[in-house]
C-alpha cells in the first residue's frame, strides 16, 4: 500500500540536517523535526492500538523477531536469524542473533546482550494471564487481545540461551505475520527485573528500553519527544545524531511550523 507520508523510519534514513525553533537551533546540524499531532499514553506499542508508540515510535525504539521486505512482501529475520515452523504450523522455534546490546540510557544499564530471556519475558507477559508483569499498567495489549492470542498460544519456552519456542493450541498460518507487526517489540528481561526489586514496574512502559537504532532521550508531555541514536546499534550506527518529533501544535498551527521552517517533515497536512 502506497503512504502519502513517508514512514519515519524512511525519513531517518534519508536526511542529514535541519531546523527547528530557536530554543531547539543545535538539531539544525544534527537531526531533524518531524511534526504530528497526536498524544502519547505509553511507549510500548505492546499497549497500543494505534498513534504515536505504534506507527511513529516502535520502529525506532525496538526491534521485533521478525520484519517485512517493504518490496517483496516476505518475512525476513531480524532479532531471529532463523526459525522453523513444526507441527503443520502449531509450532514456531526461533533461533536469535548473538551479540545484540540493548540501549543504555540514564536509568538502564545492560549487563548482557539480548538472548532468549528476553523474547520469553516479551512474548509471556502477553499471552499469560497469569504472568506477573501481565497485569502491569493496566493489563491491556490492544492488538493481541484482539486476536485472542492469550487462547491461542498454550507456551513460550526457553529451549537454550539464544532459541526460544512458542507453540500454539493449533495451527496458524498468520503467527509469524503478527509477530514481524510493530506490536510484537522484544523487550529487556533485565530492565524488568531491575525495576521489580526497586518495586517501580510501571517505568517499563513510560521509560523505554530496546534494541532499536534511537532511545529515549527526552520527553515532554504533550510537547515533544527527543530520539537519540544508539551507538551500539546492532545493524551500524544510525546516520542521524537525534530526531525530534513535535507535539505541541496541532490543526494550522502544524503547518504554520513547517512553512516558517520549524518542521522538517509534517505528518498527515
Given at each position: 500500500?502506497s503512504?502519502?507520508?513517508?514512514?519515519l523510519?524512511l525519513?531517518?534514513?534519508?536526511?542529514s540536517?535541519?531546523?527547528?525553533?530557536?530554543?531547539?537551533?543545535?538539531i539544525?546540524?544534527?537531526?531533524?523535526?518531524?511534526?504530528?499531532?497526536?498524544t502519547?499514553?505509553?511507549?510500548?506499542?505492546q499497549?497500543?492500538s494505534?498513534?504515536?508508540?505504534?506507527?511513529?515510535?516502535?520502529?525506532?525504539?525496538?526491534?521485533r523477531l521478525?520484519?517485512?521486505d517493504?518490496?517483496t512482501?516476505?518475512?525476513v529475520?531480524?532479532?531471529?536469524?532463523?526459525?522453523?515452523?513444526?507441527?503443520?504450523?502449531?509450532?514456531?522455534?526461533?533461533h536469535?542473533?548473538?551479540?545484540?546490546?540493548?540501549?543504555?540510557?540514564s536509568?538502564?544499564t545492560p549487563t548482557?546482550?539480548?538472548?532468549?530471556?528476553?523474547?520469553?519475558?516479551?512474548?509471556a507477559r502477553?499471552?499469560?494471564?497469569?504472568?506477573?508483569?501481565?497485569?502491569?499498567?493496566?493489563?491491556?495489549?490492544?492488538?493481541?487481545d484482539?486476536?485472542?492470542?492469550a487462547?491461542?498460544?498454550?507456551?513460550?519456552?526457553k529451549?537454550?540461551?539464544?532459541?526460544v519456542e512458542i507453540?500454539?493450541?493449533?495451527?496458524?498460518?498468520?503467527?509469524?505475520?503478527?509477530?514481524?507487526?510493530?506490536?510484537?517489540?522484544?523487550?529487556?528481561?533485565?530492565?524488568?527485573?531491575?525495576l521489580?526489586?526497586s518495586?517501580?514496574?510501571?517505568?517499563?512502559?513510560?521509560q523505554?528500553?530496546?534494541?532499536?537504532?534511537?532511545?529515549?532521550?527526552e520527553y515532554r508531555a504533550?510537547q515533544?519527544?527527543?530520539?537519540?541514536?544508539?551507538?551500539?546499534?546492532?545493524?551500524?550506527?544510525?546516520?542521524?545524531?537525534?530526531?525530534?518529533?513535535?507535539?505541541?501544535?496541532?490543526?494550522?498551527?502544524r503547518?504554520?511550523?513547517?512553512?516558517?521552517g520549524?518542521?522538517?517533515?509534517?505528518?498527515?497536512?
Amino acid at each position: 500500500m502506497s503512504k502519502l507520508i513517508p514512514s519515519l523510519m524512511l525519513i531517518l534514513s534519508l536526511f542529514s540536517a535541519s531546523a527547528w525553533s530557536a530554543e531547539s537551533r543545535d538539531i539544525r546540524h544534527s537531526g531533524f523535526v518531524y511534526c504530528v499531532n497526536g498524544t502519547l499514553n505509553t511507549f510500548n506499542p505492546q499497549m497500543a492500538s494505534s498513534g504515536l508508540a505504534v506507527d511513529t515510535l516502535a520502529a525506532q525504539l525496538y526491534d521485533r523477531l521478525l520484519d517485512v521486505d517493504p518490496y517483496t512482501y516476505r518475512l525476513v529475520p531480524d532479532l531471529a536469524s532463523s526459525w522453523e515452523v513444526r507441527d503443520n504450523g502449531a509450532t514456531y522455534r526461533f533461533h536469535l542473533r548473538s551479540k545484540v546490546s540493548f540501549q543504555r540510557t540514564s536509568w538502564f544499564t545492560p549487563t548482557r546482550a539480548m538472548n532468549a530471556d528476553d523474547v520469553v519475558f516479551s512474548f509471556a507477559r502477553m499471552f499469560d494471564r497469569h504472568h506477573p508483569w501481565h497485569n502491569v499498567n493496566g493489563g491491556n495489549y490492544p492488538y493481541f487481545d484482539s486476536l485472542q492470542f492469550a487462547d491461542s498460544v498454550q507456551s513460550v519456552k526457553k529451549l537454550d540461551g539464544n532459541t526460544v519456542e512458542i507453540r500454539l493450541n493449533s495451527p496458524d498460518a498468520s503467527f509469524l505475520w503478527h509477530l514481524a507487526t510493530h506490536y510484537a517489540p522484544v523487550l529487556s528481561a533485565e530492565y524488568a527485573d531491575q525495576l521489580t526489586r526497586s518495586g517501580r514496574q510501571e517505568e517499563l512502559d513510560r521509560q523505554p528500553v530496546g534494541t532499536g537504532p534511537y532511545q529515549l532521550s527526552e520527553y515532554r508531555a504533550g510537547q515533544y519527544i527527543r530520539l537519540a541514536r544508539n551507538p551500539a546499534y546492532w545493524k551500524g550506527v544510525p546516520r542521524l545524531q537525534q530526531a525530534v518529533i513535535d507535539m505541541g501544535a496541532g490543526g494550522t498551527g502544524r503547518l504554520s511550523k513547517l512553512l516558517t521552517g520549524e518542521c522538517d517533515v509534517l505528518a498527515y497536512p
